[in-house]
Nanobody, 113 residues
Framework: QVQVVESGGGLVQAGGSLRLSCAAS????????MGWHRQAPGKQRELVAT??????TVYADSVKGRFTISRDNAKKIYLQMNSLKPEDTAVYYC????????WGQGTQVTVSS
């Protein structure tokens, strides 16, 4: 089993910044992909940013140029979110892939106008 834990959410005004962290633990050998999704009220969960199996980064069009995904190693990643907008309000979920997908519990990000 893999445990995934996010931290760093909160309330921020539009134009502000937040940094989310995510750490994987447990059976973490051969984790090859980690990334971030989000789910706003009444909407489907959507990709925000992720590392690919080849080590590249992929971003949703809505966050390009504002969000940056980074990592310390294969088991800890971050999401730097700048120029936040009210439409970025959502629960942000970190995930890890290792012969299956493991999700964190989510962290709330609320952007006020």
């Amino acid at each position: 089993q893999v445990q995934v834990v996010e931290s760093g959410g909160g309330l921020v005004q539009a134009g502000g910044s937040l940094r989310l962290s995510c750490a994987a633990s447990g059976s973490i050998d051969n984790i090859n992909v980690m990334g971030w999704h989000r789910q706003a009220p009444g909407k489907q969960r959507e990709l925000v940013a992720t590392f690919t199996n080849g080590g590249r980064t992929v971003y949703a069009d809505s966050v390009k140029g504002r969000f940056t995904i980074s990592r310390d190693n294969a088991k800890k990643i971050y999401l730097q979110m700048n120029s936040l907008k009210p439409e970025d309000t959502a629960v942000y979920y970190c995930y890890a892939l290792r012969s299956g997908i493991f999700w964190g519990q989510g962290t709330q990000v609320t952007v006020s106008s």
